[in-house]
């Protein structure tokens, strides 16, 4: 096999430095080399998950095709690291890679601390519970005593011993390093319990051997706004990370789909028009051509797209819109208008 | 050729600095040093450069703040209100009991598959060698997940079980055992136990005094074990029986959920531990199997003719002849299976047995320490790698041919 | 005396003895084997029993109850509530990806020629008797790596595309175990001989820097090592630069398998008889030449089943990358488990046997060939 990859590389890399993001900016990065590269997990059907083929599909990894078809007018101009929870923010960090979306939950500390961005939401999430339907359990409260398996080095190890804590419950706490651990053990019986964000329940009901037999109670125990993270201090990759989001948010409440984006272009509407680049030059502003939201819808679909191909109703996933409905359907999803 | 370029003898002084061997030998010190310490510099200035950036807080204070997590199995008490610092103690802890038990019973293992290597018998010769071979050529990793995944499998579930005399029971939830209350005065026990055993080193080294004086044997064996179990046996019947056993307590009834045996009755051995214990011994047996098997051939047959005509029976002539020979040459192989069992125990990690490196992973994932706990980690193994390496050693020259 | 019988004379035959117990045959054979004491017999039954329990059902997994041909998991899903067999269809399915991980179909011709030159250049370098050992050797450890390295990577001069760059992000299964395996030994080598050489150094900080470099990987677990690597590692680079995540797994485990590979060098530099060294310095030789000419020849001939032994090891526990999230042969079987095209209860099981079953083939191979060069090569310091 390649014997030498180590030494002919370190060679270059200690030399010249393998690829150098300083000095210039992450766009300008990015145009050089001619792709995004992304951060997506190692694998959660519905979000980012490789295939058989090993394309890439999911609702995290649109939005990276969203932001290369945004910046090269072409969504495969992205390519994909999948990261681990512990190496995530590290990759970020070091200029790995360019952009983190990752079902990566916002919070304070990693907003402030480690020296990262988050770019909005495409996904509120919450931690949920999964049980036997024949434990007879209804409410996340008559948990006591129960064994919980759950994902090591996550947000939901936490907000669990809060959660039973705080409702004082014994417990008992079995957390794997890979989410496809903690399902087969779930499903030998290891745990009364399976706990991680709803959406996680969802996908990952779907590989017990009978996903009928199993019930998401009602209880969510926390908050888990899931989003895109960049890098602090590139305030212009930043604006595009948040307004690709946005353009995808705005183009589903404009209607605005990748079949009718032709069409709409030729809209009345002022709304569309600045969207679509017709008016103004919302593109350059941010560092791209106006037809960038075109670019984004006409190649990757607006989020509601995005969501029904990925984890929505007629998905294996069947996850429905609820809190991720738009804000004028009932839900939470709330673009900043494009003007 | 290179010989008439030498210098003769007699002129080194002639030699320029360029040939001179010390001159050189310091030189490439003086170069390594030189190296050594520039990617030392580097690395330390890069690293200093990078936290700053990255906003994050080197030291070991975060050693004190609250861990917030739980952990399913700790030898002391541990609880989500306890800092990280216990949280990584409780894994240390859990590591050495894992390694302990391990290399326990890969010993037995090892020694029992070993001499079944050298069996006449050829059913157990060739079960014994697919063992070795199957065994010792799989991942290991691989194993633990099979210990873990598929015989998980077979066991009942939570509200079933399998009871042994019905004082053991396993279940999928683990194995629960009686536990052992202490009540006032049993250190009295404790202290018989000490007594006893220093007592059993005294007339051990008297027996074989007296042996080496006279030639009479004492029973050094049940001596031994009557004052190990009789004398802390004697202390509880004194002390009015301070001691009982708090029994696994079964649910049968009530809500599905509340079934099954009681949170924190009794001993509860995780299943975790037991498949990462039954795959880390499993999997050392087949390397310590083949030290004993090679350890035991080394020993010369005509070891074991002289015995036999020494008029040794064959249960003494391989106790006193050929098991002595033959650990001085499994000991030190022996020694370096024992350290790799340690050092793979860290493979708890991809089952949710809570070891050190398990629980330094969440703790690095909170607080993003990562030098500090990669360091605790590496200082961590690297002490219980000398300290086995020492008492292996140490055992090694007990046992050390003395020669004359 | 004369009238004592000092001899005697048999007069009668000796009444016939009954016939030996036949020793030949099947029947001997187990009368001498298997059952020539109760013991003996009990043990026997004892053997057979544990075999059959091991091996019936594993038969009736992965033979008799598996499923062979199949579009998705209906084909694999149990009949009746009962578990089902291995799918070995789903095997069948995800075999590309277990080989080459995900890289690019149009490219995976590149990958057949680097496995297949590999192969070339590899049999007649261990096949003992076979001709130009040197150059072969040359040709394998040399021009075989930048040839693989390219073909793996892709090569771009002045900007024309000859071989499209493939991200190592898309490699995986069994092509990654054996670059991280055959790099971690190759590339360890002469580190290690370098460090085996400073051991046993007379200079003595040279000395000091080999041993406490080489204890120290040897005391720490692998795992811990490639944890620093993914996580540590990118904190020692100057901001900006950052390495491929395969190359720093790769850096990781030359250190680590360079301490294990000094310890055998140093085994093999300890066979050497003191003659050797004293007849080279006899005849003038200087410290290199007499390491490259004399030494290190008879030295590295006698240390191959170490190597070898050492690499089975590495092998073997290239499968920890997976923790640190790459995707190696047993990397990739698991996360083909989030497929739920695929998701079965004897999805796992079947993946991780398919995953035994390929170390095993790999493993054990090698460990025969390790047996057979020790006992080729047994001839040489024996006294």
Request: charged share 15%; net charge neutral; aromatic share 12%.
């Amino acid at each position: 096999m390649s014997n030498k990859i180590l030494p002919l590389v370190l060679g270059a890399a200690m030399g010249v430095a393998a690829t150098t993001a300083a000095g210039a900016t992450t766009l300008e990065d990015v145009k050089a080399k001619g792709f995004i590269q992304c951060g997506v997990s190692q694998g959660l059907p519905g979000f980012s998950n490789p295939d058989s083929q090993g394309n890439w599909t999911g609702l995290d990894v649109d939005l990276c095709r969203a932001m290369a078809a945004a910046v090269f007018g072409d969504a495969s101009a992205v390519k994909f690291t999948p990261l681990s929870a512990k190496e995530r923010f590290t990759a970020l960090q070091s200029g790995e890679v360019d952009v983190l979306s990752r079902n990566t939950t916002w919070t304070m500390s990693r907003d402030t601390q480690l020296g990262l961005n988050f770019a909005g939401v495409n996904y509120y999430d919450g931690q949920g519970f999964m049980v036997r339907k024949d434990l007879g359990v209804t409410s996340a409260l008559e948990l006591s005593g129960a064994s919980v398996c759950t994902n090591t080095g996550t947000t939901t190890e936490l907000n669990v011993a809060d959660y039973f804590r705080a409702n004082n419950m014994p417990y008992e706490i079995v957390a794997f390093e890979k989410a496809d651990e903690v399902v087969a053990a779930y499903d030998a019986g290891r745990c009364d319990v399976y706990t991680t964000d709803a959406s996680g329940l969802y996908a990952q009901r779907l590989k017990l051997a009978n996903p009928g037999d199993h019930m998401v109670l009602p209880e969510i125990i926390s908050k888990e706004p899931l989003g895109p993270v960049v890098r602090q201090g590139d305030d212009e990759w930043f604006n595009i990370a948040k307004w690709t989001l946005n353009a995808m948010l705005n183009a589903e409440e404009l209607g605005v789909t990748s079949e009718n984006v032709d069409e709409m272009k030729a809209s009345d509407n002022p709304s569309i028009k600045r969207m679509l680049g017709a008016e103004g030059a919302f593109g350059e502003a941010i560092g791209l051509s106006n037809d960038w939201a075109y670019n984004i819808i006409k190649n990757v679909g607006n989020y509601e797209e995005s969501f029904n191909a990925n984890v929505g109703p007629d998905t294996p996933l069947g996850i429905s819109r609820g809190v991720n409905a738009l804000w004028n359907a009932g839900g939470f999803m709330y673009a900043p208008p494009i003007r | 050729m290179s010989v008439m370029e030498q210098d003769s003898a007699g002129a080194p002084a002639r030699a320029s600095l360029l040939n001179d061997p010390k001159a050189r030998g310091l030189f490439y010190q003086l170069v390594l040093i030189v190296a050594l310490v520039t990617l030392g510099y580097v690395i330390v200035t890069n690293t200093i450069a990078n936290l700053e950036r990255q906003n994050i807080a080197s030291g070991w204070g975060f050693l004190e703040n609250t861990a917030g997590f739980g952990i399913i199995q700790s030898l002391f008490p541990y609880s989500e209100t306890s800092s990280y610092g216990t949280a990584l103690l409780v894994g240390l802890f859990n590591t050495i009991l894992v390694a302990v038990v391990g290399i326990f019973f890969a010993t037995i293992f090892g020694f029992v598959i070993g001499i079944a290597r050298l069996s006449n018998n050829w059913v157990i010769n060739r079960l014994a060698y697919c063992y070795v071979e199957l065994v010792r050529n799989v991942p290991l990793l691989l194993q633990i997940f099979f210990w873990y995944f598929a015989v998980l499998r077979a066991v009942p579930g939570k509200r079933e079980k399998w009871s042994l005399f019905d004082t053991f029971h396993l279940n999928i939830g683990g194995m629960r055992l009686p536990k052992p209350i202490w009540e006032t005065g049993s250190h009295m026990i404790g202290i018989a136990l000490i007594v006893a055993i220093i007592a059993s080193v005294v007339v051990s080294n008297w027996a074989r005094k007296r042996q080496e004086a006279t030639g009479q044997q004492f029973p050094m064996f049940w001596t031994a074990v009557g004052l190990i179990v009789g004398l802390p046996f004697i202390a509880y019947l004194v002390m009015g029986m301070p001691m009982y056993w708090e029994h696994p307590n079964f649910v049968e009834t009530g809500p599905i959920l509340r079934r099954g045996f009681e949170l924190n009755v009794g001993i509860n051995v995780i299943p975790e531990f037991l498949a990462l214990t039954a795959a880390l011994a499993i999997y050392t047996a087949a390397f310590i199997a083949e030290i004993v098997r090679a350890g035991i051939q080394a020993v010369s047959h005509g070891q074991t003719e002289a015995a036999h005509a020494l008029g040794l029976r064959n249960g003494p002539t391989l106790r006193l002849v050929v098991i002595p020979q033959a650990m001085r040459v499994i000991i030190p192989p022996l020694t370096s299976q024992y350290l790799n069992l340690t050092k793979n125990s860290s493979l708890a990690v991809a089952i949710a047995f809570p070891d050190l490196v398990s629980v330094g992973g969440t703790v690095l994932n909170q607080t993003g320490q990562a030098i500090e706990i990669i360091g605790i980690w590496m200082a961590v193994y690297l002490s219980l790698s000398l300290l086995t390496s020492a008492f292996m050693n140490w055992y090694n020259q007990r046992m050390a041919l003395v020669e004359r | 005396m004369s009238d004592t019988k000092m001899f005697h004379i048999r007069t009668e035959e000796a009444p016939l003895l009954p016939a030996p117990v036949s020793t030949t045959g099947v029947i001997g054979w187990m009368r001498q084997n298997l059952f020539s004491s109760i013991s003996n017999t009990i043990l026997t039954v004892i053997g057979i029993l544990i075999a059959y329990s091991i091996v019936a059902p594993f038969i009736q997994f992965a033979i008799v109850d598996a499923v062979w041909n199949g579009e998705n998991r209906e084909a694999c899903l149990p009949q009746d509530g009962a578990h089902g067999g291995a799918c070995w269809a789903y095997v069948k399915a995800y075999f590309p990806q277990f080989i080459y991980g995900r890289y690019p179909t149009d490219e995976i011709w590149r990958v057949n020629v680097v496995y297949a030159l590999f192969v070339l250049l590899l049999v007649p370098l261990a096949w003992p008797s076979a001709p130009f050992k040197r150059t072969n050797a040359i040709l394998f450890l040399v021009v075989f790596p930048i040839v693989a390295y390219f073909l793996l990577t892709g090569l771009v001069i002045g900007g024309s595309v000859i071989l499209p760059i493939v991200e190592t992000a898309r490699w995986g299964g069994l092509l990654v175990t054996l670059v991280i395996a055959v790099t971690g030994i190759v590339a360890s080598l002469p580190l290690g001989i370098a460090l085996a050489l400073g051991r046993r150094s007379k200079m003595p900080i040279i000395k000091m820097v080999s041993i406490i470099f080489i204890e120290f990987w040897r005391g720490v677990p692998l795992i811990t090592v490639l944890f620093m690597s993914s996580v540590m590692l990118p904190l020692f680079l100057p901001e900006g630069v950052t390495f491929d995540k395969l190359l720093r797994v790769l850096i990781g485990v030359t250190l680590f398998s360079a301490a294990y590979m000094a310890e055998v060098v140093r085994g093999g530099l300890q066979a050497i008889p003191k003659g050797q060294y004293e007849g080279a310095m006899a005849l003038g030789l200087r410290f290199w030449p007499m390491m490259y000419l004399i030494v290190l020849p008879q030295a590295l001939k006698l240390v191959i089943p170490g190597i070898v032994n050492t690499f089975i090891g590495l092998f073997k526990d290239t499968t920890l990358v997976l923790i640190v999230g790459m995707f190696d042969l047993l990397g990739q079987i698991q996360s083909s488990f989030t497929d739920p095209t695929w998701s079965t209860p004897s999805q796992g099981h079947t993946g991780y046997l398919f995953a035994a079953i390929v170390f095993f083939i790999f493993c054990f191979g090698m460990s025969r060939y390790s047996i057979f060069m020790e006992n080729k090569l047994h001839t040489g310091h024996k006294r």
